[in-house]
């Protein structure tokens, strides 16, 4: 199943740039690990915000949750997450 997820980080102002620096590394770390597991299909960044948008593939809901809870940035993401049908064209 795949599902189209949109993401904001709203990790504080206040965060100092060591941790900052230490979050980010982590993040790109984890992200890596999902995209070889198949998860973590297609990532976009959306100019001008520190947001992105991604195509991801789970089982379910409820694996594509445990991964997106599993990214170190997880406590600060404001998540917005679509289920996405094959089109009635695009099936052969």
Known sequence: MEFLVRSE?????????????????????????????GILKRLWRVPGRN??????????????????MSLPMAPWLDVQVEALAQHPQERS
Do not use: K
């Open 9 to 37: 980080n709203r990790l504080p102002v206040e965060t100092s740039a060591d941790r900052r620096e230490e979050l980010r590394t982590a993040e790109r770390a984890r992200a890596m690990e999902l995209r070889e597991a």
């Open 51 to 68: 947001a992105t948008i991604g195509l991801y593939e789970a089982p379910d809901p409820a694996a594509l949750h445990d991964a997106l």
